[in-house]
């Protein structure tokens, strides 16, 4: 069984800085692309940030030049630093996974329970 658990997430200041973590456990086989996305109350789901195995990124527009991600693949994790954080930038933030796990051959997509971020005017 694979499981992505998400921590870091809280309360913060517009202009203040959040580090939010993504860890994959279980029976994993191999991790691929690893992502950030985020809902706010009201709204769809969006993609915030993207990273491959190989440490290719991509970020939404909103959040270019603030939000960084980053990985540790030997630790199996993801991570999202926010800065410049906005009140916009308020909602549940979730992290997404491929993974292969170590039975079977097709990779799968995992979410995380998500972790709010709310940020304060």
């Known amino acids: 069984q694979v499981q992505l658990v998400e921590s870091g997430g809280g309360l913060v200041q517009a202009g203040g800085s959040l580090t939010l973590s993504c860890a994959a456990s279980?029976?994993?086989?191999?991790?691929?692309?690893m992502a950030w996305y985020r809902q706010a109350p009201g709204k769809q789901r969006e993609l915030v940030a993207t990273?491959?195995?190989?440490?290719?990124?991509n970020y939404a527009d909103s959040v270019k030049g603030r939000f960084t991600i980053s990985r540790d693949n030997a630790k199996n994790t993801v991570i999202l630093q926010l800065s410049s954080l906005k009140p916009e930038d308020t909602a549940v933030y979730y992290c997404?996974?491929?993974?292969?796990?170590?039975?079977?051959?097709?990779?799968?997509?995992?979410w995380g329970q998500g972790t709010q971020v709310t940020v304060s005017s």
């Open positions: 997404n996974a491929a993974i292969q796990p170590r039975t079977g051959s097709l990779v799968w997509s995992y």
């Open positions: 279980g029976s994993i086989f191999s991790i691929y692309t």
């Open positions: 990273i491959t195995r190989g440490g290719n990124t």
